[in-house]
């Protein structure tokens, strides 16, 4: 059996091996039994714990996105345990760092690119004194998602009551996009991705590296529209973007004719 004394050493029982960069500093007693026949044996082994200071870093750039609260930047740590975190210099307006985990957070509520951002970890040695890592410089952007379009104003479409009209073509596109872009059409009308199929209420443009780029989106007056004029803007929303409008020309259903003859 394996044991071992003072408490503090990140310590497996069942075979007697240890970790270092979990344990507490300090000396350690590791006591090995084993009985053979009728004899019992006992070995103590000591071993020192010295607490080796964190090694730490960020991804880089840290981007957040202004006005948005969503994001956490978190750090990495190849050394030892972090039991708490410096910063050096003045983060970006808005947001804070956790003394304790590192973790950035926060509602940033100014525009930078790549702000320069000193910050240091710490633990304790055996005597008690402060262990710091090697200072990190994190970069830091604050960025605002953009939507785009090169469509002006989306022409006229016309259709007869049960039918759905001619599609007709916008164009959307992304910068700094965090999730994805949804397009809302006005009443009576639906969109898609797909010129002859998947037309549905809204449509969801999802951001590849916080990109979306230029893709051609397909407009049309629904079958079930009723009867009469419809007009209105396509609107395009993200994540802490600002939204763009799209005006439709005022389009319109007609009635089925009667040919009964009556």
């Known amino acids: 059996t394996f044991s071992t004394s003072p408490t503090g050493l990140f310590f497996n029982t069942s075979n007697g091996s240890f970790t270092p960069g979990l ?16 004899c019992n044996y006992s070995y103590v082994s000591n071993v020192n714990i010295t607490t080796l200071p964190p090694a730490i870093t960020y991804p880089s750039p840290s981007v957040f996105y202004i006005n948005y609260p969503g994001t956490t930047v978190s750090p990495l740590n190849s050394g030892g345990r972090a039991l708490g975190f410096e910063i050096l210099d003045s983060l970006p307006a808005g947001l804070t760092i956790d003394a304790v985990t590192g973790i950035l957070s926060g509602t940033a509520t100014t525009l930078v690119e790549n702000a320069q951002v000193r910050v240091r970890a710490f633990n304790y ?15 830091i952007s604050v960025r605002k998602p953009i939507i785009n379009s090169s469509t002006a104003s ?18 959307v596109s992304g910068q700094y996009i965090i999730q994805n872009i949804l397009v809302t059409p006005p009443n009576g009308f639906e969109v898609s991705s797909n010129a002859s199929s998947g037309f549905a209420n809204t449509l969801t443009l999802s951001a590849s590296g916080g990109s979306i780029a230029s893709t051609n989106t397909y407009i049309r007056l629904k079958t079930a529209a009723g009867v009469g004029n419809f007009s209105g803007s396509v609107n395009l929303t993200s994540d802490a973007a600002d939204m763009v409008s799209i005006p439709v020309a005022t389009s319109y259903v007609a009635g089925c004719r009667d040919y009964s003859g009556s």
Do not use: H, Q, R
């Not at 055996?126 to 890592?133: F, I, R, V």
């Not at 016309?158 to 007709?168: D, H, L, M, R, W």
């Open 23 to 38: 344990s507490t500093s300090g000396v350690y007693a590791i006591s090995y039994n084993y009985t053979k026949g009728v």
């Open 125 to 139: 040695n055996k005597l008690g004194a402060t262990n710091y890592s090697d200072t990190y410089t994190m970069s």
């Open 154 to 171: 989306i022409s006229s479409m016309s259709t007869t009551y049960g039918s759905a009209s001619s599609e007709n073509t916008f164009n």
